[in-house]
């Protein structure tokens, strides 16, 4: 099993930074690809960043530009950085390991999830 743990969410205002940070345990080898999605209420989730072994970055267009999603020094450990955020942002926010990057899929571990909510 693998086991996923988000933190890092809160509330912020709107053009604030937030820094949300995951790590996955357990039997982790081969889950090498990580990722951040988030579901506002009455939505599907979505996927938000994700980054591959090599170091490789994907973004969903609406956060493209101020949000970066790195690696911590332990390889199963991922940091999403949102900067200038904005209401629309608000969300619980997942973090998912996998072993491929077919983001639009619903596939590997997930997080319980960590709130952000942004005021305008």
């Known amino acids: 099993q693998v086991q996923v743990v988000e933190s890092g969410g809160g509330l912020v205002q709107a053009g604030d930074s937030l820094r949300l940070s995951c790590i996955a345990s357990?039997?982790?080898?081969?889950?090498?690809?990580m990722g951040w999605y988030r579901q506002a209420p009455g939505n599907e989730r979505e996927f938000v960043a994700g980054?591959?072994?090599?170091?490789?970055?994907d973004y969903a267009d609406s956060v493209e530009g101020r949000f970066t999603i790195s690696r911590g020094q332990n390889k199963y450990t991922v940091v999403l950085l949102m900067n200038s955020v904005k209401p629309e942002d608000t969300a619980t926010y997942y973090c998912?390991?996998?072993?491929?990057?077919?983001?639009?899929?619903?596939?590997?571990?997930w997080g319980q999830g960590t709130q952000v909510t942004v005021s305008s």
């Open positions: 980054i591959s072994p090599s170091g490789r970055s």
């Open positions: 998912n390991t996998r072993t491929s990057p077919d983001w639009k899929s619903e596939r590997g571990y």
């Open positions: 357990g039997r982790v080898f081969g889950f090498d690809f």
